[in-house]
């Protein structure tokens, strides 16, 4: 059986939202409870598949977990085990994240190399050298990633980029290895402070969260402890570029609005009033938006999670818009879909221009991962008639209650179920 969703164009987007944890956090905050015996709690998780998926992950690594409402208790045992096959990790990509505890904790660990969004090449040569530099040994074989370690130690390490799940991978393993590690050109973003405030909430000495550079002084031992996981920025800001395209109202609240300073700037510019807020931000458009351009770059940068909504939003602007794609390079896959609704829009290896065009036509479009799927929902509703958005499996896995909150701000969706 298969899901689509029926979109109806033409409502205005009012009221207000509440997101839940952030996804790019959650996952790699549940792989952290494999760094301490006994039982971590991690709460204010979202209601998206890939929470139960990566339990499952660590159920087949020996924790007993229980999901209850917003709250993940993770049991991990004295002696995990190392093994995290294929059928465990092949449909998300975030699986990889145990590399680093399993390391640290057995000195050994076998990954199957995960699935997950197909947005282009996404290696693990960064975190294999990391773990090489730290005294682990590794290797692809037969189609996992294996590290071995009889000992580990600090090292100084450069990432050649700034990847989110290099960094996590890294700074997991350091945290129980002898003697001090630093990452140089250490990924960013916000998730990756949550994860460090974890890791030091256990007993880690990690610092430098937030900046391009972090300092691990080993320890012997981490303990578990009840986490609350920050709010989703990439939901968040999903909700306030809606808001926009729709000549909307909205209020998005559970979200630190300090994490978006670039995006709400964007809106800004496409002519939104945007109101920071203590526990998120209000974004009112009155007119057309205006052609912006955007650029995805690493924290703090512009998300290239955020990108397709940005199409969108070029999509219906007056004027001419440029995105450039300097991360994932092919994440303009989902252009091709855009255009089946009626954009004006061209590629060019890492850019899209695009012409914006008053309203967009109704049609049939495919998901190709998570944030394509959002932005076909976000363009569904500034099509005229209805749209049909297939693959909404891909939605499910990163935003909670979707038809839900959309409904609640006056959007009009249908999830249909055929056989």
């Not at 990391?130 to 130690?153: K, M, N, P, T, W």
């Not at 909430?201 to 300092?215: D, E, P, R, W």
């Amino acid at each position: 059986m298969s899901e689509h969703f029926l979109v109806t164009g033409g409502n205005r987007l009012e009221g207000e939202v509440v997101v839940g944890g952030a996804k790019n956090s959650v996952l790699k905050l549940m792989a952290a409870a494999l760094l301490a015996e006994g039982t971590t709690v991690v709460t204010n998780c979202p209601d998206i598949l890939d929470v139960p998926l990566m339990a499952e992950v660590l159920r087949g690594l020996g924790c007993e977990v229980e999901l209850e409402g917003s709250e993940v208790r993770i049991t991990t045992p004295a002696e995990p085990k190392y093994h995290a096959d294929f059928d465990a990790v092949k449909q998300f990509r975030a699986s990889v994240c145990v590399l680093g505890p399993l390391v640290a904790r057995c000195r050994r660990a076998v990954v199957a190399l995960p699935g997950g969004d197909a947005i282009g090449s996404r290696p693990l040569d960064m975190h294999q050298s990391g773990l090489r530099l730290l005294g682990a040994r590794s290797e692809i074989e037969h189609g996992c990633v294996v590290a071995e370690a009889d000992d580990l130690h600090g090292a100084n390490i450069r990432l050649v980029f700034p990847s989110v799940g290099a960094t996590e991978n890294i700074l997991m393993a350091a945290v129980l290895a002898r003697g001090e590690t630093v990452i140089d050109n250490a990924a960013r973003e916000p998730e990756i402070v949550d994860l460090c405030n974890m890791l030091n909430q256990m007993g880690a000495k990690v610092s430098g969260g937030g900046s391009t550079t972090l300092t691990i002084q080993g320890v012997r031992k981490l303990e578990p402890i009840t986490h609350r996981v920050i709010g989703d920025r990439i939901v968040a800001a999903t909700w306030g570029v809606a808001a926009s395209m729709t000549r909307g109202d909205v209020r998005v609240r559970g979200v630190n609005h300090k994490h978006l300073g670039l995006v709400l700037d964007k809106l800004r510019l496409a002519g939104a009033e945007v109101t920071p807020e203590v526990d998120g931000f209000r974004v009112i458009q009155r007119e057309r938006p205006k052609a912006i351009n955007f650029a995805t770059l690493p924290y703090p940068g512009f998300p290239t999670d955020l990108q397709p909504m940005a199409i969108g939003l070029a999509a219906v602007a007056d004027g001419t818009s440029m995105i450039t794609e300097n991360v994932f390079e092919s994440r303009f896959r989902f252009v091709e879909e855009m255009i089946r609704l009626g954009a004006d829009a061209r590629t060019d290896g890492h850019h899209a221009v695009i012409r914006g065009v008053p309203v967009l036509s109704s049609a049939p479009v495919w998901s190709s991962d998570i944030r394509a799927g959002a932005g076909l929902v976000l363009a569904g509703l500034v099509a005229d008639g209805v749209t049909e958005v297939h693959d909404i499996f891909h939605i499910d896995r990163g935003y909670p209650r979707f038809v839900e909150n959309l409904r609640g701000l006056g959007g009009v969706i249908e999830r249909v179920s055929t056989e």
